[in-house]
């Protein structure tokens, strides 16, 4: 089963706009990850979050994560049409070594 | 280097059929899974093996799947008399060590559709 839910899911901005996408999850966590799919084939690693850490950078990325709300946030900034890609919330759930996926966000990025 | 391959990219299969799916891992990496992603939804984990042996299989739905890592490198899934509801995207991920904070790279998948 889906260990997270994400919200929205679709997102539709216009170039240069930024981008929230938010992902709940249900149980303890090491960490928490972010992938990025394009056509519903190869997801690829974003960024990773620790459990005890409450913001991360990566680029035009930033990451939170609030462990007590079991919720995380995605930003991407100065969206570009390129940007344009389902993107997924996967946990580590303590005590597990796979992910569990969220349901994800499709993002559309208009030129 | 070299990515993580999975071959076929595309399995079309009747009712009732035997499937095998292959995937190669990034050299040297011991952590192996397989997902599957059924249409709009997330990946959904099905087994993980730690070297050549399942470490957790939990995720498989029933016993018509099964999957074997013999030599710990090259895996196989294989799905007996296949079904309608089979039809999905199978991903293969592997990491370094299966350790929780390591990076899973993910393979292309393998779309399998059941007629």
């Known amino acids: 089963s889906q260990q997270g839910e994400e919200d929205p899911q679709a997102l539709s901005i216009q170039e240069g706009e930024n981008a929230t996408m938010n992902c709940s999850y249900k149980?303890?966590?090491?960490?928490l990850q972010w992938y990025r799919q394009n056509s519903g084939r190869g997801l690829v690693h974003l960024i990773l979050?620790?459990?005890?850490?409450r913001e991360k950078h990566s680029g035009r990325l930033r990451v939170t994560l609030d462990t007590s709300k079991k919720s995380s946030s995605l930003l991407i900034t100065a969206s570009r049409a390129a940007d344009t890609a389902s993107y997924f919330c996967?946990?580590?759930?303590?005590?597990?070594?796979?992910?569990?996926f969220g349901t994800g966000t499709r993002l559309t990025v208009i030129p | 280097g070299a990515g993580v391959s999975q071959t076929p990219s595309n399995k079309v299969t009747e009712k009732g059929k035997y499937v095998e799916l292959r995937c190669d891992p990034i050299?040297?990496?011991?952590?192996l899974y397989w997902y599957r992603q059924s249409l709009g939804q997330g990946p959904e984990f099905l087994i993980y093996?730690?070297?050549?042996?399942?470490?957790?299989d939990s995720g498989l739905p029933n016993d018509r799947f099964f999957a074997v890592r013999p030599e710990g490198s090259v895996s196989t899934l294989k799905i007996q008399r296949t079904e309608r509801g089979d039809s999905a995207v199978y991903l293969c991920?592997?990491?370094?060590?299966?350790?929780?904070?390591?990076?899973?790279?993910f393979g292309p998948g393998t779309r399998l559709t059941v007629l």
């Open positions: 991920a592997s990491s370094l060590n299966g350790q929780s904070y390591n990076e899973q790279f």
């Open positions: 149980t303890s966590i090491n960490n």
């Open positions: 979050i620790r459990s005890n850490e």
């Open positions: 996967a946990a580590s759930q303590t005590g597990a070594n796979n992910l569990f």
């Open positions: 050299s040297g990496h011991t952590a």
């Open positions: 093996f730690q070297g050549t042996g399942a470490a957790d």
